[in-house]
């Protein structure tokens, strides 16, 4: 007996590349159980890529190809287009044209829709149609899913995140082999772990994309990539990866964003990536190499944590096709029945303040440059117990023979960063403090 009880749904897809070749694979190699699941066959019926010879090549000639971007997003025998260019500017014309040609739209671009997407929601709801976003953030990880219809029943705290591979490489790399960032680096873009530019990657804008994301799904609130705060890695030093693993925390760049309340009042979101400190014995501590892993407070179900490969072809299109079979199901559905795009209903979406960096509420590491002197650890805890600011751990580097300078590692309570900034500033002043200090955010994630 067929399972098909209504016609195929008709896809385009807007580039071929790694992503949308996996795509079109998967989506062949387990057509038949994609259409049990979904109900109706999917078929990616016209592509367009500006590589016409290698797309014809992947799809083979059942599939129109051609390099006519606008004219696919036009097309009226396609349902849903699948956008894999990337980037802010072609892509963001297309999605746009697609939506108001009336297609659902499936995209990876999570650049796109953090910077954009309050729009692209916007237009989507005035016209009926869905755009699904699955591989926008964590790859094959369904994350979106997770926190948007799984979690749903719960009051989100905090989300912590890896989720860019490529620095999670990089610092795994930095912290087995010792050795210092750039050389890492080299080694990652060789490797194929890193781009040739890999500015997006290295200094968070990739992961502040895909925290932001997060965020508004979490808390119901628009994407506000403007007010997220973004550090990356490249200020990172391999001493301060070996002092970290002494005190038992690793370093990891995380994309962190937490409802801050206070006596039941919500006082305003944070919205970062920076390096962190996390505890070695948590989980998410441990995920080595290229791998992603989001963990989720939520006040109902307490600790929940996704894993998996955050990037390549048929992982990444794993949650393409799921966003296609998800589309399909609900095809038929009224506009105003489906899983609303950011998960709350549109007109309870509520504009809650992102806090300033200055007000963010976490723990420090800090690292200091001091001679070797009577009274130098005094003065410091002196003036961070002026500023209330609690001390956790010490740890004293022991000074090599005839050394007259030494390094002093203090771990704090949490505490509001603006604080801990007129501290450091009061404690670089000291005549016995030699250098700048080096402050790390450190989340214990509990
Ligand atoms: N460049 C990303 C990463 C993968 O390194 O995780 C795509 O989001």
């Given at each position: 007996m ?8 008709r ?10 070749a ?16 979904a109900?109706?066959?999917i ?9 016409i010879a ?15 971007a ?13 956008e ?7 892509a ?6 697609a ?23 916007a237009?989507a ?17 369904p ?6 219809e799984?979690?749903?029943a719960?009051?989100i ?13 990089i ?19 060789q490797?194929?772990y890193?781009e040739?530019?890999?500015t997006f990657?290295?200094?968070g804008?990739?992961a ?5 994301i ?9 994407v ?13 030093e391999?001493?301060?990866?070996r ?11 995380l994309?962190?964003t ?6 039941g ?5 944070e ?10 014995r ?7 190499g290229?791998?992603n ?10 600790h ?8 390549g ?9 799921a966003?296609?079979?998800?589309i399909?199901r609900m ?6 029945n489906?899983?609303?795009?950011l ?5 309870s ?21 001091v001679?070797?002197e ?11 117990a ?6 956790d ?7 090599a ?18 604080q ?12 016995t ?14």
């Open positions: 067929s399972v098909e009880k209504f016609g195929p749904v896809v385009g897809l807007l580039g071929i590349g790694t992503v949308g996996g795509t079109f694979e998967v989506l062949s190699r387990n057509q038949a159980e994609i259409t049990r699941r109900g109706r066959r078929e990616i019926t016209r592509v367009a890529d500006l590589d290698r797309a014809r090549a992947l799809v083979g000639d059942s599939v129109r190809v051609d390099a006519d606008r004219g696919l997003v036009a097309d009226p025998s396609i349902d849903i287009v699948i894999l260019i990337g980037g802010y500017g072609v963001r014309e297309l999605v746009m044209a939506i108001e040609n009336g297609k659902h739209v499936v995209t990876a671009n999570k650049a796109l829709l953090a910077v954009h997407g309050n729009e692209i929601f237009a709801s005035r016209k009926g149609v869905m755009v699904a976003f699955e591989a926008a953030v964590a790859g094959g990880i994350i979106i899913k997770a926190l948007r799984g979690l749903t719960n009051r705290e905090w989300i912590a995140g890896i989720i860019n591979g490529t620095t999670n490489f610092l795994s790399e930095m912290r087995d082999k010792g050795l210092p960032f750039d050389a890492v680096l080299a080694q990652a873009q490797l194929g890193a040739a530019d890999p990657d290295i200094e804008i990739d502040g994309h895909k925290i932001t997060l965020s508004s799904i979490a808390f119901g609130i628009p506000r990539f403007d007010k997220a705060h973004i550090e990356g890695i490249t200020g990172l391999s001493i301060d990866i002092y970290a693993e002494q005190l038992g925390y690793r370093i990891k760049l994309g962190v937490r409802r801050r309340v206070h006596d009042q919500v006082q305003g979101i919205l970062r990536v920076h390096p962190t400190l996390i505890p070695a948590r989980l998410i501590a441990n995920v080595e290229a791998m892993a989001v963990w989720v407070k939520g006040d109902a179900v307490g929940t944590m996704y894993y998996g490969k955050g990037a072809s048929e992982p990444t299109a794993s949650a393409v096709v966003d296609l079979v998800d399909s095809l038929t559905a009224d506009p105003d489906r899983v609303p795009h998960a709350f209903q549109t007109e979406l509520v504009d809650v303040p992102i806090l300033p960096i200055g007000e963010t509420e976490t723990a420090y590491y800090l690292r200091l440059r001679a070797d009577p009274g130098v650890l005094a003065d410091i805890t002196r003036i961070l002026d500023a209330g600011i609690s001390i751990a010490v740890l004293q580097r022991e000074p023979e005839g050394e007259s300078q030494t390094d002093i590692i203090l771990l704090t309570h949490r505490t509001i960063e603006k801990v900034d007129g501290a450091i500033a009061r404690i670089e002043a000291l005549s403090v030699l250098s700048r200090a080096t402050r790390i955010r450190l989340e214990e994630l509990n």
